[in-house]
């Protein structure tokens, strides 16, 4: 009953202050004529978009007579690359020697596990973006709306690249990775091994005896770096070979400028002499010699290579400028890329130049054309195994391949040349819309 009263009411106000407002702009806004006078949504319009940016969608409405907003998305499809690397047998040898022991190689590992490696890592990767638009169409021309220039910003993510190693190569890194197991064993292992060095191509210098293959395998790097240590029983000094640190690596390139380590890092593998030595390290109370027994390889910095020992301090010099980047599977027998670093927020700037294509002139076919400030530093990431942390963590060293790589294959150079280019994104795209109301 009440509610009858009200709206009775209501009626009648509305019926004795009609005249009066029908000369003011409340009565103009409830008319259907005063749809067209608004500047605000007095027309909608949906539109697709193809461009540089991918593919998108719009919705349009007018600001005032000499602007438009329009927001929407676009979306980037996964644009597929294949990017390869080559395999490296041990470290710093001639190519026909590299090759003749990866035949050998090769050959082992297939008849242990069923899988042939292969001299090539093949990976996969998609790139994509997706962003959130909002632009605003400004018509400088009064008579001519065909014509505008637009401002705005698109928002989204920054991560654009992932890529790992293909189906096909799994294959492949998993021998590798079971091949470096076995290795690492027998550098730290006096047991057997069950890998047969000389089926593998390691040359045994003449004269020279080894129990088991261990011992062989301690020759894998006979031409790379040596140092000398001297065996009291001998009474002279001898060369213990340093051994690569992985029977295989993949190369991708050298270092472009000097790296330091970021925490301290600890060896995870042990590289024991094949001839233990004592050095003397001091005397005692009566004058008498006293020495300690050295039965590890050392490293770069003079330290022992054995497993939860030091190897780099945080801050300390890993890689000098040129030296080699070399990778090995991880602990998932993968290695992978990632491409990251764009602002979320691009600003974009452009013009654009609409017209009709229909005979009502609701249906429009345009083009825009500007720039969009992606910014940010772009980095395509891979990861370098390194060691240990305290805890006994793997740590790895993130190789941003813009910045700290250089001389890299082809498959990989021409994909980083393009990313350098992209943080001021040319932007070109054609609209099609169709007005609602």
Same mark, same amino acid.
């Not at 060896?267 to 094949?274: G, K, M, Q, V």
């Not at 027998?333 to 691009?346: A, P």
């Not at 009709?356 to 609701?362: G, H, W």
């Not at 980083?416 to 609602?436: F, T």
């Given at each position: 009953?009440?509610?009858?009263?009200? &709206?009775?009411?209501?009626?009648?106000?509305?019926?004795?202050?009609?005249?009066?407002?029908?000369?003011?702009?409340?009565?103009?806004?409830?008319?259907?004529?005063?749809?067209?006078?608004?500047?605000?949504?007095?027309?909608?319009?949906?539109?697709?978009?193809?461009?540089?940016?991918?593919?998108?969608?719009?919705?349009?409405?007018?600001?005032?007579?000499?602007?438009?907003?329009?927001?929407?998305?676009?979306?980037?499809?996964?644009?597929?690359?294949?990017?390869?690397?080559?395999?490296?047998?041990?470290?710093?040898?001639?190519?026909?020697?590299?090759?003749?022991?990866?035949?050998?190689?090769?050959?082992?590992?297939?008849?242990?596990?069923?899988?042939?490696?292969?001299?090539?890592?093949?990976?996969?990767?998609?790139?994509?973006?997706?962003?959130?638009?909002?632009?605003?169409?400004?018509?400088?021309?009064?008579?001519?709306?065909?014509?505008? !220039?637009?401002?705005?910003?698109?928002?989204?993510?920054?991560?654009? &690249?992932?890529?790992? !190693?293909?189906?096909?190569?799994?294959?492949?890194?998993?021998?590798?990775?079971?091949?470096?197991?076995?290795?690492?064993?027998?550098?730290?292992?006096?047991?057997?091994?069950?890998?047969?060095? #000389?089926?593998?191509? &390691?040359?045994?210098?003449?004269?020279?005896?080894?129990?088991?293959?261990?011992?062989?395998?301690?020759?894998?790097?006979?031409?790379?770096?040596?140092?000398?240590?001297?065996?009291?029983?001998?009474?002279?000094?001898?060369?213990?070979?340093?051994?690569?640190?992985?029977?295989?690596?993949?190369?991708?390139?050298?270092?472009?400028?000097?790296?330091?380590?970021?925490?301290?890092?600890?060896?995870?593998?042990?590289? #024991?002499?094949?001839?233990?030595?004592?050095?003397?390290?001091?005397?005692?109370?009566?004058?008498?010699?006293?020495?300690?027994?050295?039965?590890?390889?050392?490293?770069?910095?003079?330290?022992?290579?054995?497993?939860?020992?030091?190897?780099?301090?945080?801050?300390?010099?890993?890689?000098?400028?040129?030296?080699?980047?070399?990778?090995?599977?991880?602990?998932?027998?993968?290695?992978?890329?990632?491409?990251?670093?764009?602002? @979320?927020?691009?600003?974009?700037?452009?013009?654009?130049?609409?017209?009709?294509?229909?005979?009502?002139?609701?249906?429009?076919?345009?083009?825009?054309?500007?720039?969009?400030?992606?910014?940010?530093?772009?980095?395509?990431?891979?990861?370098?195994?390194?060691?240990?942390?305290?805890?006994?963590?793997?740590?790895?060293?993130? &190789?941003?391949?813009?910045?700290?790589? @250089?001389?890299?294959?082809?498959?990989?150079?021409?994909?980083?040349?393009?990313? @350098?280019?992209?943080?001021?994104?040319?932007?070109?795209?054609?609209?099609?819309?169709?007005?609602?109301?």
């Amino acid at each position: 009953m009440v509610k009858k009263h009200i &709206i009775s009411l209501i009626s009648c106000m509305l019926l004795t202050t009609t005249p009066t407002m029908a000369e003011g702009k409340f009565h103009r806004f409830l008319t259907t004529q005063s749809v067209s006078d608004r500047k605000w949504f007095n027309h909608i319009d949906v539109a697709g978009t193809i461009g540089t940016s991918g593919l998108g969608f719009d919705v349009a409405f007018p600001m005032s007579e000499w602007a438009q907003l329009r927001v929407g998305g676009t979306w980037m499809p996964y644009l597929h690359f294949d990017p390869s690397f080559g395999i490296e047998v041990a470290e710093d040898l001639p190519a026909e020697i590299q090759g003749s022991r990866f035949n050998h190689i090769a050959d082992k590992m297939q008849d242990l596990l069923g899988t042939r490696p292969e001299l090539n890592v093949k990976m996969e990767g998609d790139a994509s973006m997706s962003n959130f638009k909002c632009l605003v169409d400004i018509f400088p021309i009064k008579k001519n709306r065909n014509f505008h !220039v637009t401002v705005g910003f698109y928002y989204g993510n920054t991560d654009f &690249i992932t890529a790992a !190693v293909s189906p096909y190569s799994m294959r492949n890194m998993t021998a590798i990775g079971a091949l470096n197991s076995l290795y690492k064993k027998a550098l730290s292992d006096k047991t057997t091994c069950i890998i047969d060095a #000389e089926g593998m191509g &390691i040359n045994i210098p003449e004269g020279v005896s080894f129990e088991n293959t261990n011992k062989r395998l301690r020759e894998w790097g006979e031409n790379g770096k040596t140092v000398k240590n001297r065996d009291d029983l001998y009474g002279k000094e001898v060369e213990n070979k340093l051994h690569s640190e992985n029977a295989f690596s993949v190369a991708i390139g050298n270092y472009s400028h000097n790296i330091v380590a970021k925490e301290d890092i600890y060896y995870d593998y042990s590289a #024991e002499l094949d001839n233990p030595y004592n050095e003397q390290i001091g005397t005692d109370n009566q004058g008498n010699p006293v020495y300690r027994e050295v039965r590890y390889q050392t490293d770069e910095n003079g330290r022992p290579i054995v497993k939860g020992g030091i190897r780099y301090h945080k801050g300390e010099l890993m890689h000098k400028d040129g030296d080699p980047i070399r990778m090995a599977p991880d602990e998932n027998n993968q290695i992978s890329v990632s491409g990251r670093g764009w602002w @979320k927020f691009k600003p974009y700037i452009g013009v654009g130049y609409s017209v009709p294509i229909t005979k009502d002139r609701r249906t429009t076919l345009g083009i825009d054309a500007g720039i969009t400030i992606w910014g940010g530093t772009p980095a395509i990431d891979v990861k370098v195994p390194l060691g240990q942390d305290a805890a006994g963590n793997p740590v790895y060293n993130t &190789i941003n391949l813009v910045k700290d790589a @250089k001389s890299m294959p082809n498959s990989v150079d021409k994909y980083v040349k393009l990313v @350098k280019l992209l943080p001021v994104m040319p932007e070109i795209s054609i609209r099609i819309a169709q007005r609602l109301w």
